[in-house]
């Protein structure tokens, strides 16, 4: 995976000062939040104020793995743990319920999982250990052979169950799973405890009906369900009374969004309407397919100033070969055509994608026809990944499997070639100023770091003392592959 940071980061970090930071390799733990204490305004941290009192009560941990979605899942179940009286605490062994919210994308992450979960063999006495998520879903009871100090499995379209499950539990339960797939409603709950004060993540669609061949997501996440658009805009006018101003749509499809009520609306319908919210600043949405990416969603971008100018589409191979044994449903073709509409943009739009090296049979002018991809297609960044043979993948049979050390000599190619693009980008910007949300800083106050509309990192100097939360300018003064440095136009 592409790195995030590296201009001027690590002088932040290095001062034990926690950014935000979108995709993490390691676990993130929910109650430890993981952001500097901002200014609350009305409230922000959860909707409905809930105080984590350190006395009273049961106890919860909660460590998140994978992506956005995940750590939204795992807002909602501290959201319903904290509605059942639990508060979090930042350590695990201080915890009642320890839970693990899982991913099963590639298998160094479910391996992650066993790991933390073979810490607990000799210590779990009298705690409640759970795993949840897509580990949960693909292992299922196999994770109690394997662990059997676990007493919770649940899988993400079973945790409309998780208060029942977790009542079961508390009224002596040894074993309980939640593990349906054939659920058609979505997780919704009375509070969602809300761990980034500045960016709030709304699912409108759960579940993947597509059927890439190497991934498992359909199997862990199940069929799509999109949420009535009413139900979204609530939430989102919700948001904005209490504070935030910037709104993440959140789906594994998420412009395949089909509003099921009455008015039937469109992926592109709901993203003006949010966009529309008084007091909403920017919204994002993730991830897109290639497929049902329409160009009335780029003439939405360039007439509605709220929508974010970044756009997330995921490519996997530049090879029209790999993608129909892929199952992606587009050519490379096709998908350069969908570039070209957004590069054709009135305001610039930033692009990123995901692509997998070394697939079955992938061969030497496959991966040519990727790397020439990104020439064509200039991404601002890429989230690169070895191929990963999963469980429950049409994939996962396929002959002429690429040997590791040849997945690993692609990955670094394709990572060189993409830095470069970055670098000669990157200067050209160089003296441009942009519209920054301010979400980090060191602690002595005189360095910041935020994004910008296009989701690019600037870290910057200010005179200013009391930043974080607010919108400036600022004016880049360096750049690097992966971000920026840059002073507060005053
Ligand atoms: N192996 C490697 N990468 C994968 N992804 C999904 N499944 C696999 C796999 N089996 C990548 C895709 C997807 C991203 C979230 O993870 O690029 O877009
Ligand atoms: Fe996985 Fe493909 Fe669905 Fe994305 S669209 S979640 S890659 S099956």
Known sequence: MAKTFDVGIESLRGN??????????????????GLLPLPLRGGRGSEVAVAPTATAGKSFFLE??????????????????????????????????????????REKAAQKVFARLGDWKTLADGKIIGVLGCLAQQEG????????WVSLVCGS????????????????????????????????????????????????????????????????????????????LAEARRLAGAGYTEIQLLGQTVNSYRDPSPRGWKFVDLLRAVAAVPGIRRVRFTTSHPNDFHREIVEAIDEVSELCD????????????????????????????????????????????????????ETEADFAETLSLLDTAKYDAIFSFKYSPRPNTSAMHLPDAIPEEEKSRRLAVLNERQRAIQIAANEKLVGQ????????????????????SCNRLIN???????????????????????????EHVT
């Not at 055509?337 to 305001?347: D, T």
């Open 157 to 232: 379209a079973s945790y409309r169950k998780l208060p029942e499950l977790i009542a079961q539990l508390e009224s002596g339960g040894r074993r309980v799973t939640g593990l349906d797939l054939d659920t058609d409603e979505t997780f919704e709950t009375e509070i969602t405890r809300r761990d980034n004060l500045l960016r709030a993540y709304i699912t409108i669609i759960e579940g993947c009906d597509y059927a890439c061949s190497y991934c498992v997501v359909p199997h862990t996440r199940g069929p799509e369900r999109s949420r009535a658009s009413e139900a979204v």
């Open 460 to 486: 910057f100097t200010s005179p200013h003392v009391n930043l974080l939360g607010e919108y400036v300018q600022v004016k880049v003064t360096r750049a690097g592959p992966n971000s920026f440095a840059g």
């Open 64 to 105: 998140t793995f994978g992506c956005q979605m995940n750590d939204h899942d795992s807002e909602k179940v501290a959201g319903v743990l904290q509605g059942r009286g639990y508060h979090a605490v930042e350590s695990p062994a201080l915890a009642d319920l320890v839970l693990y919210n899982t991913c099963s994308i």
């Open 310 to 361: 970044h756009v997330h589409l995921p490519v996997q191979s530049g090879s029209t070969r790999v993608l129909r044994e892929m199952l992606r449903t587009y050519t490379r073709e096709e998908y350069l055509q969908k570039i070209e509409w957004i590069r054709a943009a009135r305001r610039p739009i930033s692009i990123t994608s995901d692509i997998i090296v070394g697939f079955p049979g």
């Open 433 to 452: 100023s942009y519209e920054v949300l301010v979400d980090g800083c060191h602690p002595a106050r005189t360095q910041w770091g935020g994004r910008t």
């Open 16 to 33: 034990g000062v926690a950014l935000p930071v979108a995709h993490q390799a390691a676990g993130r733990q929910a109650g430890a939040g």
């Open 141 to 148: 009871e196999e994770i109690f052979e394997r662990a059997p």
